[in-house]
């Protein structure tokens, strides 16, 4: 079974600041998935990033990146020079690879303020 | 290339009736997922279809739910008879694997 944990559930972050969001995870198979998706107000699911468990070097996606550690288990989004639009729910996720159901945290809502 | 379309958008029933929520995957893949999002909580698994099969409805309601993805058209969850507590987000994702994982923008279930 896998398990994401986000102990954050909420954060307020001045505008222009870094934010790191956190999430740790638990599983038993070798190969994994890691995901970040950004849910805003209108309620749509956003891809933001993933990260391969296999995978050497941390996943970055403009000002999004991922910071994997892989034997503390956990998988935090950085965001670089938050912007007011960055204001919104924030989920981990995972999965693993054969039967790729993911497996979702119960997010952070990040609100950031001019 | 069109995403994963989700239809309705938004869904009003009362206490009783059925709800019938359609998706379409994205061109090419074939697998589809089912998620659920209640208010203020993060997406839950429900169902895993590939074409006219069910490879895992572990996070299925054991009554008044199924699901199906026929050999043409689209995917539908179906829930009978539906109560105040079926109120939710629900999500449709398709994937030909874990890399190409897309979701829909969701149907909003209101039972009233």
């Known amino acids: 079974a896998q398990k994401i944990t986000q102990t954050q559930p909420g954060m307020f972050v001045q505008e222009k600041e870094a934010v790191t969001l956190d999430c740790t995870y638990d599983t038993s198979d070798q190969s994994y998935g890691l995901f970040w998706y950004k849910q805003p107000s209108s309620g749509e699911m956003i891809f933001l990033i993933y990260?391969?468990?296999?995978?050497?070097q941390n996943a970055t996606e403009g000002r999004y990146s991922l910071n994997f550690q892989k034997a503390r288990k956990s998988a935090n989004l950085v965001i670089s020079a938050s912007q007011l639009g960055d204001s919104a729910m924030y989920f981990c996720?995972?999965?693993?690879?054969?039967?790729?159901?993911?497996?979702f945290g119960t997010g952070t809502r990040l609100t950031i303020i001019p | 290339n069109a995403g994963v379309m989700q239809n309705p958008r938004h869904l009003v029933r009362r206490r009783g009736q059925e709800a019938r929520l359609r998706c379409s995957p994205m061109?090419?893949?074939?697998?589809v997922y089912w998620y659920r999002q209640l208010p203020e909580e993060g997406l839950k698994f429900m169902v895993y279809l590939q074409k006219e099969n069910i490879i895992d409805e572990s996070g299925m309601p054991k009554e008044r739910f199924s699901a199906e993805f026929p050999k043409e058209g689209p995917s539908i969850l179906r829930i009978q008879q539906v109560v105040r507590g079926d109120s939710a987000a629900y999500f449709c994702?398709?994937?030909?694997?874990?890399?190409?994982?897309?979701f829909g923008s969701g149907t909003r279930l209101t039972v009233v």
């Open positions: 061109k090419g893949h074939s697998h």
């Open positions: 990260q391969g468990s296999y995978d050497e």
């Open positions: 994702a398709s994937s030909h694997d874990l890399y190409g994982y897309t």
């Open positions: 996720a995972m999965g693993g690879f054969g039967n790729e159901k993911l497996t």
